[in-house]
């Protein structure tokens, strides 16, 4: 093989690898769960609310998520700490 076609193959095979590596990342639940567990353990029931702020948390809207983790019963202090924990 000719050493300028080497290299495109090479970014190539790059491209695949660090594709492969995105695909076998964590699901982003876990985020999720840890946001909800906190807040769980804070003494707020999980309701659709609250699963919606932190998913909302996880895409990095942190003080909407505070804000819609407070409106469902959540602490100040619970409702951030859970948002902190959302996109980790």
């Known amino acids: ?3 300028s ?4 193959s090479l970014l190539a095979a790059l491209a695949l690898a660090l594709g492969g590596a995105v695909i076998a990342a964590p699901a982003a639940h876990a985020d999720l769960e840890a946001c909800q567990n ?3 353990g804070q003494g ?8 919606m702020a932190c998913y909302v948390g996880l895409v990095g809207d942190q003080s909407a ?6 409106k469902a019963g959540a602490t100040n202090t619970a409702a951030t700490e859970a948002c902190r924990l959302a996109p980790q």
Not at 5 to 8: D, E, F, K, Y
Not at 44 to 51: A, H, K, L, Q, W
Not at 65 to 70: H, S
């Open 38 to 40: 906190h807040v769980q």
């Open 65 to 70: 998520c505070a804000e819609a983790l407070t």
């Open 5 to 8: 076609a080497r290299i495109p």
């Open 1 to 3: 093989m000719r050493p």
């Open 44 to 51: 707020t029931e999980v309701t659709d609310e609250v699963r």
